[in-house]
């Protein structure tokens, strides 16, 4: 009888039971914030996986001459590295960030899909199990880049359809959870949240979903076409047989470019939520900021040959894609203004969330300044596969997509766990951060600007100082990131326990729930009024 009545109490019978125990509970959920928690612990694992790479990297590079690992190996690490970074860190780490607060902020109950949620991300760790074990095949991993150009590309041993199948599996599940976050934004907001009432971070979803599904058939087009060159005697980038491997870079970039807006995006969402609430002040030009994210995300596919000034394309095209790209600047610094005028004259706390969006919008604003040089056709001449690219982009994407997921994580944690997180150990943590990134990636743009190519693994006498000082730079960045592992677990385990709004300054319905949120969220939704909307 007991069950009963807790059937008809809870209205709609089982549904609305808590979790269930043990590993089931994981393995068959459809709950929006037990698929985020997965997504988000996979990102982390991925994270130091890649990271490690990334050291065996700096630590060869950290003398002239060969150390550590031979040259092919070296290749093997510089791809995996990117891959695993790319499609299991940084990605993961949003969609994860998405799943979690998306349909508390629009006040869903949980994302409109929730069993091809569970797929999507269950696709996950066997795409990276088969990419990982890549290397221990005969020949050893993918060795090419992670631009993955033939014909190098082609000369990857027995590993080369579980690189190529790998990827296809990581595009599935990107598209499935775009598909799923359009069909949540669309359908299941709370009566009043109009699409200008929502918040930042999930209007730059919202436009970074429909990116994915454009761009992630272009890309799996492209492995595919490398696959059958392999096996089934095609020539598409085959000049042999009438083919043109220029073709894969026009292909890749395609791709590849607003793939870069894909990570960059949901990170301007993270701050843009993040900044006002420790400023005390609602976002600067609410309005221009989403006219903005659409602007970046239409600008993203008219600017792939900015990669290819050096591949002898016609002069009139390299004009265009050197103005298109200087474009974007624009609507980017649009941003950059908005956020710096959030923050004039504003009450501000320095939260760790806050310092590391701090951080986010002066770091990453330098990564764009240097961006604005490589725009420069002819500039680029002289720059082009040189560490001033490599400098370029981690500025992009570690102090840019890496400390935004971060900021979200010590903002929204207290939230997830009920728990605050030890603050002292947690500003530790940023500043380690924030001058081991800086040491590890501003001497690059020295090194690439005196002519030292990327992706070697040997290099001449006069480049040995910057790469020390650049390898120290990555282990400090990289042992740092062991603190941030040990705050998580601790805040998830123990800590004073968070109130329901944790941080004064915040506006926004995941506010309003219980801290920690509870398993079902709005049974009934909430109702929404210009005071309760975005930040």
């Known amino acids: 009888m007991a069950a009963t009545t807790h059937d008809v109490h809870d209205g709609h019978g089982e549904h609305h039971h808590g979790p269930a125990k043990g590993l089931g509970r994981w393995l068959f959920t459809t709950n929006h914030k037990d698929i985020g928690t997965l997504y988000l612990l996979f990102s982390l694992l991925m994270f130091l996986i890649g990271g490690s790479m990334a050291l065996i990297i700096r630590a060869e590079l950290f003398q002239p001459g060969l150390q550590l690992v031979d040259p092919h190996f070296f290749n093997q690490m510089t791809t995996m590295h990117a891959l695993i970074m790319v499609f299991g860190a940084v990605m993961p780490a949003f969609v994860g960030l998405a799943n979690w607060m998306l349909p508390m902020m629009i006040g869903a109950p949980d994302m409109a899909l929730p069993r091809m949620n569970n797929w999507s991300f269950w696709i996950l760790p066997f795409a990276f199990t088969m990419l990982l074990s890549t290397l221990f095949m005969p020949g050893g991993g993918p060795a090419s880049g992670w631009t993955l150009y033939p014909p190098l590309v ?8 579980f690189v190529i199948l790998a990827i296809h599996l990581m595009g599935i599940s990107s598209i499935m959870g775009a598909i799923n976050v359009i069909a949540t934004i669309f359908n299941m907001r709370a009566p009043g949240m109009t699409l200008m009432r929502m918040p930042l971070f999930v209007w730059t979803w919202l436009i ?6 454009a761009v992630m058939p ?14 089934f005697a095609t020539s598409f980038f085959n000049p042999a047989g009438g083919g043109d491997p220029v073709l894969f870079q026009h292909i890749f970039w395609f791709f590849g470019h607003p793939e870069v807006y894909i990570m960059i995006l949901p990170a301007f969402g993270v701050v843009s939520q993040i900044i006002p609430t420790f ?18 995300a239409f600008l993203s596919f008219i600017v792939w040959g900015h990669h290819m000034f050096t591949v002898g394309m016609p002069l009139t095209a390299e004009l265009f894609f050197m103005y298109a790209t200087m474009l974007i600047a624009v609507p980017t610094g649009v941003k950059v203004f908005n956020w710096v005028a959030t923050m004039w004259r504003g009450a501000m706390t320095f939260e760790t969330p806050m310092l590391f969006s701090i951080a986010f919008v002066i770091l990453f604003t330098i990564g764009g300044f240097s961006g604005l040089m490589l725009a420069i056709a002819p500039a680029d001449f002289q720059y082009h ?3 001033f690219v490599v400098a370029h982009f981690h500025y992009v994407l570690v102090p840019g997509a890496v400390f935004s997921i971060m900021a979200a994580v010590y903002y929204w944690l207290p ?9 002292r ?4 943590h940023f500043w380690l951060s924030v001058i081991g990134v800086n040491i590890l990636f501003f001497p690059q743009h020295f090194l690439g600007l005196a002519g030292m190519p ?3 693994p040997d290099y001449a006498l006069q480049f040995t100082e910057w790469n020390m000082v650049s390898s120290i730079g990555a282990f400090i960045y990289g042992i740092s990131q062991l603190l941030f592992v040990y705050i998580v677990i601790q805040t998830i385990r123990a800590g004073d326990k968070a109130t329901d709004q944790v941080w004064e300054g915040a506006r926004g319905l995941e506010w309003t729930v219980p801290s920690p949120a509870p398993y079902h969220t709005f049974d009934t939704p909430p109702k929404i009024s210009a005071t309760n909307a975005h930040g």
């Not at 890309?219 to 696959?227: D, E, Q, Y």
């Not at 150990?425 to 530790?428: D, G, Q, T, V, Y």
């Open 279 to 296: 400023a005390r002040k609602p976002l600067f030009g609410y309005h221009s900021m989403v006219y903005a994210t659409a602007a970046i």
């Open 425 to 428: 150990l947690s500003r530790i």
């Open 454 to 456: 990327r992706r070697v």
């Open 385 to 387: 596969d040189t560490y």
């Open 218 to 231: 272009v890309f799996a087009g492209a492995v595919t076409m490398l696959l059958t060159d392999k096996y």
């Open 415 to 423: 939230k997830w766990t009920g728990h605050m997180y030890n603050e």
């Open 208 to 213: 970074t979903a429909f990116l994915l599904i």
């Open 154 to 161: 082609l000369q990857t041993g027995d590993a080369f359809p």
